[in-house]
């Protein structure tokens, strides 16, 4: 018989390494930028798109559909005692570190890299309702001129300029994002999507872009970007969403642009809504078109609403919380205070208080 420390040895070697990760790099964000992000993430994203970005259906998804036998077959058999309670416990410790440390190894340490906001050197102040004003006025105006009423979406097309307009941004921001084979792809069992009420989702796993292919035309181009940018080390919601829009915003496509402003006056309206007295004003600029865009969409995620979604909504909660997001789902919408600053530093909107 093994003693026991020979049985733990195996399940430390695995976890102390992460451990001693999660330790160095949320302590110095600079070491996990340079070091981690722009280095070992660059060369660990290539290898696995490269593995697994070339199949056309979900490896992730295969995966977690095999697990589900595997686990009823596991419990049978402690049931049945071919294996020993305490070796299907081991078992079970094992698997659930190798999948702690792959996550954290392969992708999870993005968390702790230095806010996007350092690096372009944003202003982190809190944003003003004058700002606020000016950053959905804009965007007001050019989603009026810019409604598009969606036909034959050619997703081919969406996520080969996305890929271009990137690079673009890339230049732009001067910052350096990995390359890798980005192919966006569709779940068999899309229905997972629809009840947990989520548009994309990245696999850190398989390093995999998932898109739902129940999205509406409208939403597919910003909600595609957003995707791409995760599997590129962006890990922060809101850094994705800042990503996404001025991806979308760089092209010349109607269907990109439009995405981008429909996605962002959304946001802005609901920050106005609570921030400013003045919010009918500007709720009452949106064209009836985009009304009704308003509507479609939220009435094809209504319909998926229930206790699946709510469950899985303060999971993601709790798991961004856990991983250094303090504000959890909220920020989701921090990009708006993002894309403000970055505007003032373009010269897009004038900030009278001096913040850059």
């Known amino acids: 018989m093994k003693h026991p420390l020979k049985k733990i040895k195996p399940v430390a070697v695995i976890v102390a390494p992460t451990v001693v990760g999660l330790l160095v790099f949320s302590t110095w964000p600079l070491v996990t930028e340079k070091i981690y992000s722009e280095f070992f993430y660059v060369g660990i994203t290539r290898v696995m798109t490269w593995c697994f ?8 998804e295969i995966v ?25 416990i081991y078992i079970l410790v094992l698997s659930i570190s190798v999948l702690f440390s792959w996550f954290y190894f392969s992708w999870g340490f993005n968390y702790l890299r230095q806010p996007m906001s350092t690096r372009l050197q944003l202003s982190q102040a809190v944003v003003d309702t004058a700002l606020v004003k000016q950053a959905l006025q804009g965007e007001l105006t050019e989603a009026n001129e810019s409604f598009l009423v969606y036909e034959n979406l050619d997703e081919e097309k969406i996520d080969q300029e996305i890929e271009r307009c990137y690079r673009v941004v890339e230049k732009q921001l001067g910052i350096s994002l990995p390359g890798g084979i980005r192919r966006p792809k569709h779940m068999f069992i899309h229905a997972i999507l629809n009840k947990t009420m989520t548009s994309g989702v990245f ?5 995999e872009v998932h898109v739902n292919m129940e999205l509406l035309p409208i ?26 829009y001025l991806v979308c915003m760089a092209s ?5 642009r439009y995405s981008a402003h429909f996605s962002q006056v959304r946001k802005l309206l609901n920050r106005a809504y609570s921030s ?14 985009i009304n009704a865009d308003f509507t479609r969409v939220q009435e094809h995620w209504l319909k998926h609403a229930g206790v699946v979604a709510d469950f899985s909504h303060k999971a993601y ?7 250094r997001i303090k504000e959890g789902v909220k920020n989701y919408a921090g990009d708006i205070d993002m894309l403000i600053w970055w505007k003032v530093r373009s010269g897009e909107l004038v900030d009278v208080t001096g913040n850059k």
């Open 219 to 244: 939403e597919y181009p910003f909600v595609l970007a957003h995707e791409k940018a995760h599997q590129m080390g962006i890990a922060n919601e809101a850094e994705a969403n800042f990503l996404a």
């Open 203 to 207: 696999s850190p796993f398989f390093h």
């Open 317 to 323: 909660d709790q798991y961004l919380r856990a991983n």
């Open 64 to 88: 977690i559909i095999l697990l589900v036998p595997t686990i009823f077959i596991w419990i049978v058999l402690i049931v049945l005692r071919k294996i020993r309670f305490v070796k299907a």
């Open 276 to 289: 400013i007295t003045d919010y009918g004003f500007y709720r009452r600029q949106v064209r009836a078109e």
């Open 252 to 256: 010349p496509m109607p269907e990109l």
């Open 53 to 60: 970005g070339w199949i056309p259906f979900s490896v992730s």
